[in-house]
Structures are given as structure tokens and as C-alpha cells.
């Protein structure tokens, strides 16, 4: 059994920040845990705009306090993200994750594959596919 809590793991490797200051992201379980899957509790931090597309990896995103938008952009569509939304990025989607006007947004993040744990995103919004 493994246990560790947030504020543990925010002192360590595993809280990775965006180059950009757009985001932070503390990697809960990792590849190196053998479970599968990695989750993170990653805060978006209010007015920023971040381009992802996850081409390596699916993502679920369970919104847990704060708001922010995302939009999708093959069809330009914007959806509110409001504590107790989830988003599944099932089809590699990419989009653009905007943080609140006036607040953070902390979201709960599983990645397939697991990340290695020092993923951050390249030129396209891309994690690369594997760092070990």
C-alpha cells in the first residue's frame, strides 16, 4: 500500500509548475506506482490561457473549487467548468483551459498512461509519450 498526502508531495518533485506560471500540478501517483493510471491535483491559476492537446495520453478532469472555461478547438464549443464538472478527453481533444476571471480552479486529474512525473506541456500542448 502506498499513502501519501498533498501536502507532503507539495514539497517535493512531484509539484511540478508550468514554465509559463499558468498552472501547478501536484502529481499524487505516478508510472513508477504500478496502478495503471497517475493522478494529479492541479491548480489553474485565474486569468491564464493554456493550449493542450494530450496526442499521448487520455485525461479525466474532475473539477473540485474555483471555476474557468474550456474550448474545444475543432468545433470552437466553450463549456463552464463549475465545481462537480468533470471532462473526458477521450479523443485526444484539443482546446484551450482558461483559469477563472477572479479565482484558481483545482481539478483532480487522471492520466492513461501514467505520467512519469515531470511531463510538462512542448510548443503544441503535448506531453511527450513516455520520460523514463
Known amino acids: 500500500m502506498i ?3 498533498l501536502a507532503e508531495a507539495e514539497k517535493t518533485e512531484r509539484c511540478v509548475k508550468a514554465e509559463n506560471g499558468n498552472w501547478q500540478s501536484v502529481r499524487l501517483s505516478l508510472k513508477e506506482d504500478k496502478m495503471g493510471h497517475s493522478f494529479n491535483i492541479t491548480t489553474i491559476f485565474k486569468g491564464t490561457k493554456t493550449h493542450i492537446k494530450y496526442a499521448n495520453h487520455w485525461e479525466s478532469v474532475y473539477v473540485i473549487s474555483g471555476s474557468g472555461k474550456i474550448e474545444t478547438l ?3 464549443k466553450v463549456y463552464d467548468l463549475t465545481p ?3 471532462y473526458l478527453l477521450n479523443e485526444h481533444d484539443e482546446h484551450y483551459l482558461y483559469g ?3 479565482e484558481d480552479m483545482v481539478v483532480a486529474c487522471a492520466f ?3 505520467l512519469s ?3 510538462v506541456h512542448d510548443e503544441n500542448g503535448v506531453y511527450p509519450a513516455d520520460l523514463d
Do not use: F, S
Open 117 to 119: 512525473g515531470k511531463e
Open 3 to 5: 499513502v501519501r498526502t
Open 84 to 86: 462537480g464538472t468533470i
Open 112 to 114: 492513461t498512461p501514467p
Open 74 to 76: 475543432d468545433d470552437g
Open 100 to 102: 477563472g476571471e477572479n
